[in-house]
């Protein structure tokens, strides 16, 4: 079975930077999508970014220009680098992923357990 772990949440002061990291463990044979969201109390879970098996990018309105998501794939990785953060960020962040599990097609579509990320006024 596949498990996926962040790290890197913190608090930091408005206009700092964090970078989060997402790790997956397991018998993974490929990346189709790994991505960033997250979910304030109260509220639905917001797409952050998501890097699709094109490699293009896409990122929500929100944090366009501030945030840049990238992947290693020989560490089975996904990382957000967050710039210019605004009290606004404040959420726990959840890391998201489709791999493949063999070469016949078989998936798994699953989520970590997020880390908190704080931003001060």
């Known amino acids: 079975q596949v498990q996926l772990v962040e790290s890197g949440g913190g608090l930091v002061q408005a206009g700092g930077s964090l970078r989060l990291s997402c790790a997956a463990s397991?018998?993974?044979?490929?990346?189709?999508?790994m991505a960033w969201y997250r979910q304030t109390p109260g509220k639905e879970r917001e797409l952050v970014a998501v890097?699709?098996?094109?490699?293009?990018?896409d990122y929500g309105d929100s944090v366009k220009g501030r945030f840049t998501i990238s992947r290693d794939d020989a560490k089975k990785s996904v990382y957000l680098q967050m710039n210019s953060l605004k009290p606004e960020d404040t959420s726990v962040y959840y890391c998201n992923a489709l791999v493949g599990l063999d070469l016949l097609g078989t998936t798994w579509h699953g989520w970590g357990q997020g880390t908190q990320v704080t931003v001060s006024s």
């Open positions: 890097l699709t098996n094109t490699g293009v990018p």
């Open positions: 397991g018998t993974i044979t490929s990346i189709n999508e």
